[in-house]
C-alpha cells in the first residue's frame, strides 16, 4: 500500500492473480496470511572438469534455462558464471562440477559446486598465509590469484559485486557478500565442506551492468585498470580480538601496492590501536605515497586514532 499508493483491496486482487498464475504461494487466512515466490524450474547439470570449456557448458546448458532476462542481467550471469566454472576448472583440482539453476519470477539463483580441495585453504596453503580466514581477506582485496600467468585474480573481487547475493563455503569458513551492505561477512561453519561451493542470486529486474561494476573500481573515468579497492578492516580481525597491533596492520596493507586507491571501510569498527593507525597512515604512506589509502565509515575514536597517526604520534584531545 505504502509503495504502490494504493488500497488494501488493490493489493489483494493483485496477490490473488499472482496466486493464480502460480507465480506466488500463499499460507494462512486473511491477515496472517504470507506469499512467497514459486520456485518455476529448477535443474540440477553435473559435468567432469577435465576437458570441460566453461563458454560451451554455458551456451549448450545453462543459457536455455535462462529465458526472458533483461540483456544487462543475462551479461552479469554470463560473466559470473563463466568466471567462477572456469575458477573450478584450473584451481580446484577436482573431478567434477555441479550446477543448480533456479528461477522464480522476480529473481534468478545458480549454485556451482566442485569436489576439489577448497578455494581457502588452496590460497591459504600457496600463498603461505595464517588461516583460511586470512585467504578471504585477500580475496576481498582483489588482484589475488595463485596462478598468475592464467589469471589477473580479478575474477571473485568483481564478480561478488555484481550479484544482490554472492556466497563461498569452503572448508570450515563462510563468505558473504550482499549488493548495498558496507560489510562482508565471514563465519565459521560447524561442518566443513569438502570442495567449494559458490551461490549467486540477482533480481530479474535488475538496472545494474557489467560496465558500471568495472567503472567502480576504476582509480578515474580515462584509467581502464582495475585500480580502485574496498576492503572492509572487520575482515582482519578474529574473533573478539582488538585491531591493535602492527602485525594486524601489515597483514591488512599486503598487497595495497598494486592499486592506486585504497578505500578501508572502517564499518563495524569502534576503535583501533595507536600502533596499527600508526603503520598504515604513516609508515606505509611514507613509503608508498603513490597509494592513496582513504579512510570511510570511521567513527570518532577512529578518527582521532587515524589523525594522531598522521601527525607524526601527537596527542591530540579527545573528541567532546
Keep these: 500500500m505504502e509503495r504502490f499508493g494504493i488500497t488494501r483491496?488493490?493489493?489483494n486482487?493483485?496477490?490473488?492473480?499472482?496466486?493464480?498464475?502460480?507465480?506466488?504461494?500463499?499460507?494462512?487466512?486473511?491477515?496472517?496470511?504470507?506469499?512467497?515466490?514459486?520456485?518455476?524450474?529448477?535443474?540440477?547439470?553435473?559435468a567432469p572438469l577435465e576437458g570441460l570449456k566453461e563458454d560451451r557448458f554455458w551456451r549448450q546448458e545453462v543459457v536455455p534455462l535462462l529465458t526472458g532476462l533483461r540483456e544487462n542481467v543475462f551479461n552479469i550471469w554470463q560473466h559470473g558464471f563463466t568466471e567462477m566454472v572456469?575458477?573450478?576448472?584450473?584451481?580446484?583440482?577436482?573431478?567434477?562440477?555441479?550446477?543448480?539453476?533456479?528461477?522464480?519470477?522476480?529473481?534468478?539463483?545458480l549454485w556451482i559446486a566442485d569436489d576439489g580441495i577448497g578455494i581457502f585453504r588452496k590460497i591459504q596453503a600457496e600463498l603461505g598465509l595464517e588461516d583460511e580466514r586470512h585467504a578471504i581477506l585477500e580475496l576481498a582485496k582483489g588482484k589475488l590469484t595463485t596462478d598468475p600467468q592464467r589469471h589477473t585474480g580479478e575474477g571473485i573481487f568483481f564478480t561478488s559485486r555484481m550479484f544482490d547475493d554472492y556466497r563461498i563455503l569452503s572448508g570450515g569458513v563462510?563468505?558473504?557478500?550482499?549488493?548495498?551492505?558496507?560489510?562482508?561477512?565471514?563465519?565459521?561453519?560447524?561442518?566443513?565442506?569438502e570442495g567449494t561451493t559458490v551461490f549467486m542470486s540477482l533480481r530479474n529486474r535488475s538496472d545494474l551492468t557489467v560496465k558500471q561494476v568495472f567503472d567502480k573500481y576504476s582509480a578515474s573515468p580515462k584509467d581502464f585498470g582495475f585500480n580502485?579497492?574496498?576492503?572492509?578492516?572487520?575482515l582482519v580481525k578474529?574473533?573478539?580480538?582488538?585491531?591493535?597491533?602492527?602485525?594486524?596492520a601489515k597483514r591488512l596493507l599486503a598487497r595495497f601496492e598494486?592499486?592506486?586507491?585504497v578505500i578501508l571501510d572502517f564499518a563495524g569498527i569502534d576503535e583501533i590501536g595507536q600502533a596499527f593507525a600508526d603503520e598504515i597512515f604513516r609508515v606505509y604512506s611514507l613509503q608508498h605515497p603513490e597509494v592513496r589509502i582513504v579512510p570511510a565509515n570511521t567513527g570518532p575514536e577512529v578518527k582521532r586514532s587515524i589523525k594522531r597517526a598522521k601527525a607524526g604520534g601527537a596527542v591530540l584531545p579527545s573528541p567532546q
Design 258 to 261: 598494486r592499486f592506486k586507491v
Design 228 to 234: 580502485r579497492t574496498v576492503v572492509p578492516v572487520r
Design 9 to 11: 483491496q488493490a493489493v
Design 174 to 193: 563462510f563468505f558473504s557478500h550482499e549488493m548495498g551492505e558496507e560489510e562482508d561477512w565471514i563465519l565459521d561453519h560447524d561442518r566443513p565442506r
Design 86 to 109: 572456469n575458477n573450478a576448472i584450473d584451481h580446484s583440482s577436482g573431478t567434477r562440477v555441479t550446477v543448480t539453476v533456479e528461477t522464480t519470477a522476480a529473481t534468478t539463483t
Design 13 to 46: 486482487h493483485h496477490m490473488q492473480s499472482l496466486v493464480k498464475e502460480g507465480l506466488v504461494s500463499a499460507q494462512g487466512n486473511t491477515r496472517q496470511r504470507s506469499y512467497g515466490l514459486v520456485t518455476l524450474t529448477s535443474k540440477t547439470l553435473t
Design 238 to 248: 578474529h574473533g573478539a580480538e582488538q585491531l591493535i597491533s602492527r602485525s594486524q
